[in-house]
C-alpha cells in the first residue's frame, strides 16, 4: 500500500513540474476600428431579410437584392480629422435607392474602440447605421445593417456589403 501511494506521490509531483504555461506570442496592435471605416467605400451587394419569416422558421428568409436596382452607383465616403476621429461623411446615390435621408453632414460613433453603430447627423436629422463586422475591415469590406420598421417592429433588414475603392 505504501508503495502505491509513492508511486501516486511521484507522479503528482512529475505532473506538476512538467505542467508550464505556455507563452503565446504578442498579436500586435489592436485594430482601430474608427479609422478603418474611414475612406471612400463601393457598394457591392445588397442581402433583404424579412424578419418575420426568420422569427417564424419560413425557409425563405433572404435574398440578394444587388441586381434589381442599381445599387453598386452608391458611394459613401466616410472622413476622419488628424487624429483619426469621425469629423464628415458623403453619400452619393448615383440611380440607386437611397440607404440613408441624408446626402452628408457629420459621423459619429457610440463607442470609440468598439463601435456597433454609425450615426449620420445633419442639423436635427439623424440616422444610424449598424455595423456588421469588424474582421471583414481588415480585408477592406465594410458590412452595414439598416432595419425597416412598421409600428416599432423590425420587419425588414438590409445589410449593405462596401467595398473600400
Excluded at 126 to 147: A, E
Amino acid at each position: 500500500m505504501k508503495r502505491i501511494q509513492y508511486i501516486l506521490f511521484a507522479i503528482c509531483i512529475f505532473s506538476i513540474w512538467s505542467c508550464k504555461p505556455e507563452e503565446f506570442p504578442p498579436i500586435g496592435e489592436p485594430q482601430n476600428v474608427v479609422k478603418s471605416i474611414q475612406g471612400t467605400w463601393g457598394l457591392t451587394k445588397v442581402t433583404q431579410i424579412d424578419q418575420d419569416a426568420t422569427t417564424k422558421g419560413f425557409p425563405y428568409k433572404q435574398i440578394d437584392i444587388t441586381s434589381v436596382y442599381p445599387y453598386t452607383d452608391l458611394v459613401i465616403a466616410f472622413m476622419g480629422d488628424a487624429q483619426g476621429n469621425p469629423s464628415t461623411f458623403t453619400i452619393t446615390s448615383g440611380n440607386s435607392p437611397k440607404i440613408a435621408d441624408l446626402t452628408s453632414g457629420n459621423w459619429t460613433v457610440d463607442d470609440v474602440k468598439v463601435p456597433t453603430t454609425i450615426s449620420l447627423k445633419n442639423g436635427t436629422v439623424t440616422n444610424s447605421l449598424s455595423i456588421g463586422s469588424y474582421v471583414s475591415l481588415k480585408s477592406g469590406k465594410l458590412l452595414i445593417k439598416r432595419d425597416k420598421k412598421l409600428n416599432g417592429k423590425v420587419i425588414l433588414s438590409y445589410q449593405y456589403e462596401f467595398t473600400k475603392k
